[in-house]
């Protein structure tokens, strides 16, 4: 049951779908937000992270019909261990230093906040797309550690002083 659910999840139309609908996620908050700047520089950014991981990774070999399949991956404790503390430390630290400037008038903290976003999503579906079924499991596990970490950043981040909703001022 866990490779059936296992290969489901990190198939390539989950991994499209899962990227596709965090782009919209992003997409829409971005233009309510009226970050038109920090949208289109996540997409520059991502699709330089692509051409970069398309030049970087070696084509895969062709596969030998002889040869039996290769094993369903395994993850040990300690390969699932060191990814999500990877992503978790990375992702609400990546968080962290792109909203220093949102304290200030400016909107560079929050253009910087929505072009990590993006461009991480892009390249990080991608990178998975690219990859073996062996290492989307890690890069996967990293990812959604990833946005763990920043979504926690982002919680902790926001301002917790609301105004009353009688429209009054009580202390």
């Given at each position: 049951?866990?490779?059936?659910?296992?290969?489901?999840?990190?198939?390539?139309?989950?991994?499209?779908?899962?990227?596709?609908?965090?782009?919209?996620?992003?997409?829409?908050?971005?233009?309510?937000?009226?970050?038109?700047?920090?949208?289109l520089?996540?997409?520059?950014?991502?699709?330089?992270?692509?051409?970069?991981?398309?030049?970087?990774?070696?084509?895969a070999?062709?596969?030998?019909?002889?040869?039996?399949?290769?094993?369903?991956?395994?993850?040990?404790?300690?390969?699932?261990?060191?990814?999500?503390?990877?992503?978790?430390?990375?992702?609400?630290?990546?968080?962290?230093?792109?909203?220093?400037?949102?304290?200030?008038?400016?909107?560079?903290?929050?253009?910087?906040?929505?072009?990590?976003?993006?461009?991480f999503?892009?390249a990080?579906?991608?990178?998975?797309?690219?990859?073996?079924?062996?290492?989307?499991?890690?890069?996967?596990?990293?990812?959604?550690a990833?946005?763990?970490?920043?979504?926690?950043n982002?919680?902790?981040?926001?301002?917790?002083?609301?105004?009353?909703?009688s429209?009054?001022?009580?202390?």
């Amino acid at each position: 049951m866990g490779e059936f659910l296992q290969s489901i999840l990190l198939s390539n139309v989950m991994v499209i779908l899962v990227t596709l609908v965090m782009l919209a996620i992003i997409s829409v908050w971005a233009f309510r937000q009226r970050e038109y700047a920090g949208y289109l520089l996540g997409w520059l950014a991502g699709i330089f992270f692509m051409l970069l991981l398309t030049t970087l990774t070696p084509p895969a070999p062709p596969a030998d019909p002889n040869l039996p399949p290769p094993p369903p991956p395994t993850l040990s404790f300690f390969g699932l261990l060191f990814p999500s503390l990877l992503g978790l430390v990375l992702g609400f630290g990546a968080l962290a230093l792109t909203r220093l400037g949102a304290a200030s008038d400016s909107r560079v903290g929050r253009a910087l906040t929505v072009a990590v976003l993006m461009s991480f999503t892009l390249a990080s579906g991608y990178l998975i797309l690219l990859t073996t079924a062996a290492q989307r499991a890690s890069i996967a596990i990293f990812a959604l550690a990833f946005a763990i970490g920043a979504l926690v950043n982002f919680i902790f981040s926001r301002s917790t002083f609301r105004t009353p909703l009688s429209g009054r001022f009580e202390p």
